[in-house]
T-cell receptor, first 116, second 111 residues
Framework: GAGVSQSPSNKVTEKGKDVELRCDPI?????LYWYRQSLGQGLEFLIY????????KSGLPSDRFSAERTGGSVSTLTIQRTQQEDSAVYLC??????????????FGPGTRLTVL | KQEVTQIPAALSVPEGENLVLNCSFT??????LQWFRQDPGKGLTSLLL?????REQTSGRLNASLDKSSGRSTLYIAASQPGDSATYLC??????????FGTGTRLTVIP
């Protein structure tokens, strides 16, 4: 079946603008994750959604970052008033949510964000 | 805070060689350890997942081991091929939500 998809694949924006990044998880997956991969650094956890539970936002770097997941499926990551340090690849992953330690996360191709 | 280290950062080997990638983590209270592959411009592909109660997992030419008490894992690749060239990432899961990733080992297999 279809994997995790993300759009756009590339986004170039000017400093101070808002951007929205979209993630379509694998159908039926209840868990969804956002990560950020900055140049030369490892992946950094941002936010996690599981079913109808309140999301874990502990990884969001500032209040300029927010995310929603509508209808338990599609998720949107919004970055307001973008800064140059926000430039990174933003990766989305989903998993079946079958249990802690049991899940394999399936990743999308990512969105490369460049803030000029 | 969990820290994950991967050594070496880059590795080049001739085709056909067996090789080992190393991963270490500071907090042994993990649920699982996963190895991923990342190709340029693409997302991550899960290779192997070892649960905390397991010692190793195998898939084809890949074998991953886990020594939780010492905070170490290795990924063994047998008979390497040029198509194995990619960045290999190790990640540990310490909670319901969070994977801690290493910075990866960039592998180049020379034909």
């Amino acid at each position: 079946g279809a994997g995790v998809s993300q759009s756009p694949s590339n986004k170039v924006t000017e400093k101070g603008k808002d951007v929205e990044l979209r993630c379509d998880p694998i159908s039926g997956h209840t868990a969804l994750y956002w990560y950020r991969q900055s140049l030369g650094q490892g992946l950094e956890f941002l936010i996690y959604f599981q079913g109808n539970s309140a999301p874990d936002k502990s990884g969001l770097p500032s209040d300029r970052f927010s995310a929603e997941r509508t209808g338990g499926s599609v998720s949107t990551l919004t970055i307001q008033r973008t800064q140059q340090e926000d430039s990174a690849v933003y990766l989305c992953a989903s998993s079946s949510g079958q249990g802690v330690g049991l899940d394999t996360q399936y990743f999308g191709p990512g969105t490369r964000l460049t803030v000029l | 805070k969990q820290e994950v280290t991967q050594i070496p950062a880059a590795l080049s080997v001739p085709e056909g060689e067996n090789l080992v990638l190393n991963c270490s983590f500071t907090d042994s209270a993990i649920y699982n350890l996963q190895w991923f592959r990342q190709d340029p411009g693409k997302g991550l592909t899960s290779l192997l997942l070892i649960q905390s109660s397991q010692r190793e997992q195998t898939s084809g030419r890949l074998n991953a081991s886990l020594d939780k008490s010492s905070g170490r894992s290795t990924l063994y690749i047998a008979a390497s091929q040029p198509g194995d060239s990619a960045t290999y990432l190790c990640a540990v899961q310490t909670g319901a939500n969070n994977l801690f990733f290493g910075t990866g080992t960039r592998l180049t297999v020379i034909p």
